[in-house]
């Protein structure tokens, strides 16, 4: 499940591979967003798992993903599987030409852990193909301290800085 409280949004994840052409598939329903399941998952160590779906569809209608635009560095992004329950804290949120993509950062296996949400964005050019841009979200692990210890005493000397 992808939560994004600020937006009331909530949709399921599924897990998606390639599509004939070699992109990420996309689940069809632009209710649902996909996992691209070659990558990290949602949680890992390390690398950028990337989850995208449709932003609407003329079966379906508009989608969740629509709201996506509204969102703010800072927002909060709750990811939630059979193995995890993550927060992600937004640190971007960007429109790029689809043809500008950087793909090799954005499925980015190494580094910092991220989660990247990717719908469609900008234009609807229908002789063009339909929408001209993507809209990109990236987030990192929130790390959330555990509650104090109150087991142990406060130190009279002073605080720790950590």
Known sequence: MLAIPRLSLEMPIVPVTVDRDGAMALPDKPTEIGWYAYGPRPGARGGSAVLGGHIDSRQYGIGPLAALHRLHKG???VVQTTRIRQAFRVVSVRVIRKQALP????????????????????????????????????AVSERIAPP???????????????
């Open 148 to 162: 104090p210890d109150r087991s142990m005493s406060r130190s009279p000397v002073g605080k720790v800085q950590g």
């Open 75 to 77: 927002d909060v992004v």
């Open 103 to 138: 793909l090799r950062t954005l499925f980015d296996r190494d580094g910092d852990q991220r989660l990247r949400i990717i719908t469609c964005g900008g234009r609807y050019i229908r002789s063009q193909g339909g929408y001209q841009e993507n809209l990109v979200v990236t």
